[in-house]
């Protein structure tokens, strides 16, 4: 694997359990951003509209910096969203959804049961999908002389990373996208070549999804 890589799905899954007449669905599904993630429940609530509760786990980016998001959806705090999010961590992905509908059969599981229950249908299904990888990449942005562009276009495909937008004008504009492990010599080497502070500054959002 790339060291700037991290673990992906490559498609979805589903499992299901019935613990004490309850019936739990869960199934996840491989997405880029939050709106992907939003469109995906809508669509999963619409599909299943009997559901007493539709409890998920989001997981977004690079695994040092990933951004995690979950929701209970009426069942007690902690016992549902909580348990699915530590299914995705300890699966090891990211830029994931997992979802678990709970059908209730008329018995209280308790918020243990329902811990174990959220968790154990979400790690099956996580189980069950195919992995793929993602590259990590960083936004940069910044401009330079005409006479350097040939030269920067080099550099930046050494280090693996593209050109995302450019603007012509008296400069040449770039936003770029770039691994982090090349982010080092690729501005040393920028800096190098235009004889001075490397042109391009990082940017707070990165491009992983681009």
Same mark, same amino acid.
């Given at each position: 694997? #790339?060291p700037d ?7 979805? %899954?589903s499992a299901?359990?019935?613990i004490k007449g309850s019936?739990?669905l869960?199934?996840? %599904?491989?997405?880029v /951003? ?5 469109a !995906?429940?809508e +669509?999963?609530?619409?599909g299943h509209?009997d559901?007493? #509760?539709?409890?998920w786990?989001?997981?977004?980016? @690079?695994?040092? *910096? %990933?951004?995690?998001l979950n929701s /209970?959806?009426? =069942?007690p705090?902690?016992s549902?969203g909580a348990?699915?999010a530590?299914?995705l =961590?300890s699966a090891? &992905? *990211? ?10 059969g008329g ?7 329902? &811990? @174990?229950?959220?968790g154990g &249908?979400a790690r099956e299904a996580l189980?069950a999908?195919p @992995? /793929?990888e993602?590259?990590a990449l960083?936004?940069?942005?910044? *401009?330079?002389?005409?006479a #350097?562009e040939g030269? $920067? ?6 280090? =693996?990373g593209?050109v995302?937008t450019?603007? +012509?004008d008296a400069r040449? #504009?770039?936003r770029?996208?770039l691994?982090?492990?090349? $982010?080092? /010599?690729?501005? %040393?080497?920028?800096a190098d !070549?235009?004889?001075?502070p *490397? ?5 707070e959002e990165?491009g992983?999804?681009?």
């Open positions: 694997m #790339h890589a991290y673990a992906i799905l490559a498609g979805g %899954a299901e359990a019935r019936r739990f869960a199934l996840c %599904a491989p997405v /951003d939050e709106a992907a993630a939003h !995906l429940r +669509r999963t609530a619409a509209p559901a007493s #509760h539709l409890c786990a989001l997981r977004l980016g @690079r695994p040092e *910096s %990933a951004r995690a /209970d959806d009426g =069942e705090g902690g549902a348990p699915i530590r299914a =961590e090891g &992905v *990211s830029d994931a959804l997992c979802m678990v509908l709970r059908w209730f018995t209280k599981l308790g918020v243990g049961g329902l &811990v @174990r229950a959220y &249908v189980a999908a @992995r /793929d993602r590259l960083l936004l940069l942005e910044g *401009s330079f002389d005409y #350097h030269a $920067l276009r080099a550099l930046l495909a050494a280090g =693996e593209r995302v450019q603007r +012509r040449v #504009h770039w770029l996208a691994p982090p492990s090349a $982010l080092g /010599d690729f501005n %040393a080497k920028a !070549l235009v004889r001075g *490397s042109p391009f500054t990082q940017l990165d992983t999804s681009l």
